[in-house]
């Protein structure tokens, strides 16, 4: 079945920084990439997700980029912010499709000093 | 627009007591459904899925059960819990319709078994 990897698993950095996560997947038949940020006490939200016909999409100081030959996938969040901090989560869309399972990383706390 | 719910927020239980959590999706129709798990500090586990009424899959053996009596309802529950049952539970929809493949996630709720 479709394996998720994802690192680091905490990343600490000064604000205005930018950070990167990065994940890693099993299954080359994955076509669908959502990332999910999660504050402390509530359920994850998603922020942005890629599909496996594109290579890169971005939303404000938000980006994400595919690289299906390498079966990676990377967040990039520029200019960070106090606000920025939570767990971010990486998934994967399983096999087979009709069922819309994800498989997730295992997270990234983000801690955004100011 | 689609909304999710999920009660109770937290719940206090000692072990060996029934549980019932509730998740109801307003605004979609035939929805997916999704049961998850988050232990403290962890990932996503993905307990039970569901692609229409009375239709429940099983992703780990365990000491819980999942039920879909309505379209739009889904129903986690456990006749004893355990001490391990402990951890957040969350709901997750998908209108599989739209070919989105986007998962939307609930407010969550805190179970604690003592």
């Known amino acids: 079945g479709e394996n998720v990897e994802q690192h680091p698993s905490t990343l600490s950095v000064q604000e205005g920084d930018s950070a990167v996560i990065k994940c890693t997947y099993s299954?080359?038949?994955?076509?669908?990439f959502p990332w999910y940020k999660q504050e402390l006490g509530k359920g994850p939200q998603l922020i942005i997700d890629?599909?496996?016909?594109?290579g890169e999409k971005k939303d404000q100081r938000i980006a994400v980029t595919l690289n299906k030959t390498a079966k990676h996938f990377s967040l990039h969040i520029t200019e960070t912010q106090p606000e920025d901090s939570a767990v971010y989560f990486c998934?994967?869309?399983?096999?087979?499709?009709?069922?819309?399972?994800?498989?997730f990383g295992t997270g990234t706390r983000l801690q955004v000093f100011p | 627009s689609q909304t999710i719910h999920q009660w109770p927020a937290t719940l206090v239980q000692p072990v060996g007591s029934p549980l019932s959590l509730e998740c109801t999706v307003e605004?979609?129709?035939?929805?997916?459904l999704y049961w998850y798990r988050q232990a403290a500090g962890r990932g996503l586990q993905l307990l039970f899925y569901?692609?229409?009424?009375?239709?429940i899959s099983s992703e780990v053996p365990q000491n819980l059960s999942a039920s879909r009596p309505q379209d739009r309802q889904f129903i986690l529950s456990s006749k004893k819990l355990l001490l391990s049952d402990s951890g957040f539970y969350l709901c997750?929809?998908?209108?599989?319709?739209?070919?989105?493949?986007?998962?939307?996630f609930g407010p969550g709720t805190r179970l604690t078994v003592l």
């Open positions: 997750a929809w998908i209108f599989p319709g739209l070919g989105l493949h986007t998962q939307y």
């Open positions: 569901s692609v229409g009424i009375g239709q």
């Open positions: 605004g979609t129709s035939n929805p997916n």
């Open positions: 299954d080359s038949a994955s076509n669908y």
């Open positions: 998934a994967a869309r399983a096999l087979p499709a009709n069922t819309d399972k994800l498989i």
């Open positions: 890629i599909r496996s016909n594109v």
